[in-house]
């Protein structure tokens, strides 16, 4: 049976109740985080609570919990629910008005909710037993907030069905300008003669703790180049290369795009390198 966490206490999940007037069900007011734990090991705590913090802050809702109690209630989960590899979402919403009305709403107590879900096994660098990811593209047009994550998800579920009701695992998105921007739920790469590339940090993009990781790792412990500017689409189609990121994929390479093949249509060998680097020092954050 799976333990969660509601406002301050843990129980079983069919006793979480949440009121349907919550402005996080009838808005989408809220933001979230997914913090992946292996073996019981948290990676990228830190800037995860950073950025869901950055988040709220954003958004106007005044909530606050320090690391420490982030800590106490990712970990109790993590005891609670016993699984190797797991996925803590946390969620926080403006919480349950009286009304359903735009404004934010004043003396209301968010909602705060976590839960735990199981997670594929941390990805080994290995090409023989990597998930070799196929994609669709499609035109990206959710919000211009998109540094955001907000829980108002509608544009990224729509667009990861569009890849995934042709029988594709993920959908990369382009801007009006044939700009790559990102995945439904990744950040996106593409690697030319060497070179990992990918866009810059802006309103269009999630700033992904996997990227902010791996970028550091790349930076840190490798020669490996890294260029953060914008990737017109016909750069993508002609890369050697293309890689997703999220908390949950880890690095995962793309070997086909719209039927097409990148590259030689095998997992490349800057995959291996940057998973072996990954796999290495992720633990440090
Ligand atoms: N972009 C989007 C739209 C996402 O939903 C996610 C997370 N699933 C990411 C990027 C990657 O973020 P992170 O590495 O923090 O999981």
Excluded at 74 to 89: E, F, P, R, S, W
Aim: charged residues 20%; aromatic residues 10%.
């Amino acid at each position: 049976m799976s333990i969660v966490f509601l406002n301050g206490d843990f129980m079983p999940m069919e006793d979480a109740k949440i009121s349907p007037m919550d402005r996080g069900f009838l808005f989408g007011d809220g933001i979230y985080e997914v913090i992946p734990s292996y073996d019981a090991h948290l990676i990228g705590f830190a800037p995860h609570i950073e950025r869901m913090n950055q988040g709220l802050k954003l958004i106007g809702i005044d909530f606050k919990w320090d690391k420490t109690k982030w800590s106490e209630v990712c970990n109790t989960l993590i005891k609670k629910n016993g699984a190797a590899n797991l996925g803590i979402y946390l969620h926080i919403s403006r919480g349950a008005d009286s009304k359903r009305f735009h404004a934010y709403t004043e003396n209301v107590p968010p909602t705060v909710f976590a839960f735990t879900f199981a997670i594929p096994a941390a990805n080994l660098a290995d090409k023989s037993t990597a998930k070799a990811y196929k994609v669709s593209t499609t035109e990206d047009l959710r919000w211009q907030r998109c540094n955001i994550k907000s829980t108002a998800l509608l544009g990224n579920v729509m667009h990861f069905q569009h890849g995934f009701s042709r029988g594709y695992n993920e959908t990369i998105l382009f801007n009006s300008n044939n700009e790559m921007t990102e995945g439904s739920a990744c950040n996106a790469y593409i690697v030319k003669d060497g070179v990992v590339i990918t866009p810059p940090l802006d309103n269009q993009i999630l700033p992904g703790i996997t990227r902010f990781m791996l970028l550091d790792i790349l930076d840190k412990h490798s020669d490996i180049k890294v260029e953060q500017r914008i990737v017109k689409m016909d750069e993508l189609f002609a890369a050697d290369e293309v890689w997703l990121t999220s908390s949950s994929k880890e690095i995962a390479p793309v070997v086909q795009i719209d039927g097409k093949p990148v590259g030689d249509g095998e997992i490349g060998d800057l995959w291996l390198a940057a998973q072996t680097l990954y796999s290495a020092y992720k633990a440090d954050y």
